[in-house]
């Protein structure tokens, strides 16, 4: 049944062919297209019915799953009063639930002369772009789910891991060459005993909607491959896809979240609501530029031919917009009941926070109803908490139960472990406790922090700790792309020399920053491939480059055994930790307790005051924080950034304490030292963190 008062947008399957609706508040008119083939021109146009609430319907016998259709637009072409309709051109469906095929670039995609020697007084040209356009499908959304259901692992138990679905698996030579790089591909057995022997909990997948290439890649002869150029919201990319895009990529991501779910693993989706592939003013015509451009955008005050934009993409949506506003909201209940997935990191979540006036609104429309959705609200939601407009970076800012990438401990774990900067052990002490300076004030848990040191933009962990700068010059912007942010946290770094040789030096360095990050109060992120020290060689902004350059390089499983199963084996005694995993910020003291929750000390034992703290040259840090039985299961970290060793007293609480070493990242033996023994003091080697255990705690398994 469809309900007149509110039909469904998109295509819908009904008993004798299929619903189709598109909302448009200012089109005179709409047109459906159906085709038979990707590359071909319409075999059949139908006029579309205006409905209730700016829809415009169509229900059309004889319609199946895997029908390829579109929509032409009819309205004023008039880009100064914000209206670009074009009805030559033939639109993806914003609600398509699949899309057959990229767009085939050409002057036709356009609604301008893009030849004109001043293009930017270009005139107005209306070729067809039928041939040329991406084509919608018809989609049969019935999965055999079995007896999959949430997992709902608590935050507190959490371990994300990034990765691309191709970048994972292109080059695994355990894989069928047709799987490489699929979805199918992800959930390999391979793939699953690569996951769960790591003992990640989650994996935060690169964008999966569907995916537009801009125009000068394509160009050039690359494309987008990190995916942030949305052309569908709905749609799974069918470029991941083993088994085909006239809705087959539908069924096999479903399998692939299935497979996933059964191994134990949450799957949560890096979306990109911010803005959409179709670029600036001149852009192509795709899909919400021709349905109803100013209906869907942010148009620019006092200007409204041009975009207000605050991603550095060219547009921005305009979710103060009703129909923009339902699209973002209607999609993520789609992937949640449909796809279920468990959760969505929110790509430039700033941008999706500004209201009428461009300000920072808190609570936005959009967070105050995915927060009080009773789908939404359920499932894992993360902040990428910045944009590129002013005042964009609002790290913090972020309604409860939202949790959000911390930038600073990125930034400060690098500081204080690459640079030796002085002055930074007490704000590395709070990004340590999960960043309460930051997250108590609005009564945030230390779970609010999503902890990284490295993510799919920058660096890998290898060439964090091997360059002094980026290498960038294969993206095809002579490496003036990527930020130097990434060199200039790096600056000062002994190790670096640009040479790809990781030494043991840089190697003592990069476990310095996972063992931070991983043990850390909040929740630990870690970036594909660090746990085999992939490289890429330099280059900290390869989002163009579908090659080697990105791809997981498999052989490293093997070549650096030994680095991977000290990460794992850190991972596994994370999740043996109780301090980590703390549900509440540490408070200094601990009730019913002569042992303090937590205990700030130097390397005399002392533990640090005002003055101390403000010592500017001292960077050495000694940790100890109270598990749920006092010291017997207590964590030590014992930190020194310093190039020459340095001798740590435990505090005078603590002394003759049973603990053992859990980790000295001198070496990538875990359990460093099984031994248990009673330690007051403890040589810490330069550049290096200790990290000792109470004695209740089991030391992992070396297997």
């Known amino acids: ?115 004109a020697e001043d293009i930017e007084r270009a005139p107005a040209r209306h070729d067809d772009g039928a041939r040329a356009a991406a084509k919608s499908v018809v989609v049969d959304g019935d999965f055999d789910w079995r007896d999959d259901a ?5 935050w507190k138990d959490t371990v994300i891991y990034e990765c691309h679905v191709k970048g994972m698996t292109a080059r695994h030579p355990e894989l069928p060459e047709d799987l490489r790089g699929t979805y199918a591909g992800l959930v390999h057995p391979a793939m699953i005993e690569h996951f769960t022997s790591l003992g990640v909990t989650a994996v935060e997948l690169l964008p999966i909607h569907e995916i537009g290439d801009e125009r000068h890649l394509v160009a050039r002869g690359t494309k987008n491959y990190w995916g942030y150029a949305t052309l569908g919201f709905f749609a799974p990319t069918g470029r991941y896809s083993a088994s085909g895009r006239r809705g087959e990529q539908v069924e096999e ?90 959760g969505f990191r929110f790509d430039l979540a700033a941008a999706l926070t500004r209201g009428r006036k461009k300000s920072f609104e808190h609570p936005s429309a959009l967070w105050s109803a995915v927060i009080n959705d009773p789908v939404l609200s359920r499932v894992k939601l993360i902040a990428e908490p910045w944009d590129i407009g002013a005042g964009g970076y609002r790290l913090a800012q972020f309604p409860h139960p939202m949790r959000e990438w911390n930038g600073a401990f990125r930034d400060t774990a690098r500081r204080y472990w690459l640079q030796r900067a002085a002055g930074t052990r007490g704000v590395f002490a709070s990004r340590v406790a999960g960043s309460s300076d ?84 909040g929740v630990p992120m870690l970036a594909h491939g660090d746990e085999l020290l992939r490289s890429q060689g330099g280059n900290n902004n390869p989002y163009c480059l579908d090659d080697a350059t990105s791809w997981v390089d498999w052989s490293l499983r093997q070549k650096n055994a030994g680095w991977f199963a000290w990460v794992r084996s850190v991972i596994a005694l994370r999740q043996k930790l109780v301090p980590p995993r703390r549900a509440l910020h540490l408070a200094g003291h601990a009730e019913g307790s002569d042992v303090p929750d937590v205990l700030w000390f130097g390397p005399d034992g002392r533990t640090l005051d005002a003055p101390t703290w403000s010592a500017a040259q001292e960077r050495a840090l000694g940790v100890l924080m109270a598990g749920a039985h006092g010291l017997d299961d207590a964590v030590v970290w014992l930190c020194n950034p310093d190039l020459t060793p340095r001798e740590f007293a435990l505090p005078p609480i603590a002394q003759g304490t049973v603990m053992w070493c859990a980790i000295d990242t001198v070496s990538e033996s875990v359990p460093f030292d099984e031994t248990v023994v009673a330690r007051d003091r403890c040589v810490v080697s330069g550049r290096a963190m200790i990290v000792l255990a109470g004695s209740l705690i089991a030391p992992p398994s070396r297997s």
């Open 150 to 154: 949430p997992l709902r692992r608590a």
């Open 1 to 115: 049944m469809i309900d007149d008062d509110r039909p469904p947008l998109g295509a819908t399957l009904v008993e004798d062919g299929a619903f189709f609706c598109a909302h448009s508040r200012h089109a005179t008119g709409v047109e459906l297209c159906l085709f038979d083939h990707e590359e071909s021109a319409e075999r059949t146009r139908i006029p579309m019915e205006r409905g209730p609430d700016f829809t415009f319907v169509a229900r059309v016998p004889n319609v199946r799953a895997g029908q390829l259709y579109g929509f032409r637009v009819h309205g004023p072409f008039d880009p100064a009063r914000g209206h670009r309709f074009d009805p030559s051109k033939v639109l993806v469906d914003p609600y398509a639930r699949a899309i057959a095929n990229d767009p085939l670039w050409s002057r036709e995609l356009y609604s301008y002369d893009v030849l």
């Open 253 to 342: 991501c479903k399998a692939m979240i299935r497979s996933l779910h059964k191994a134990g693993i949450e799957v949560i989706l890096d979306v990109v609501y911010n803005h959409t592939c179709e670029g600036n003013h001149l852009g192509p015509t795709l899909s919400l530029r021709g349905l109803d451009n100013a209906g869907y955008y942010r148009l620019r005050e006092g200007d409204l031919a041009r975009y207000d934009d605050v991603t550095g993409t060219g547009n921005s949506l305009d979710l103060e917009q009703p129909a923009a506003l339902r699209l973002v909201l209607d999609s993520l209940r789609y992937w949640v009941s449909e796809f279920h997935v468990d």
């Open 438 to 521: 930051l997250f108590s004030a609005s009564a945030r848990p230390p779970t609010a922090s999503v902890n990284f040191v490295t993510s799919h933009d920058g660096f890998t962990l290898s060439d964090l700790v091997s360059y002094l700068r980026k290498h960038n010059d294969s993206n095809g912007e002579n490496n003036r792309d990527g930020s130097d942010n990434e060199h200039s946290d790096n600056h000062g770094f002994e190790g670096a020399t640009d040479d790809v040789e990781v030494t043991d030096m840089r190697l003592r360095s990069a476990r310095n920053l996972l063992a931070t990050m991983l043990l850390s109060l």
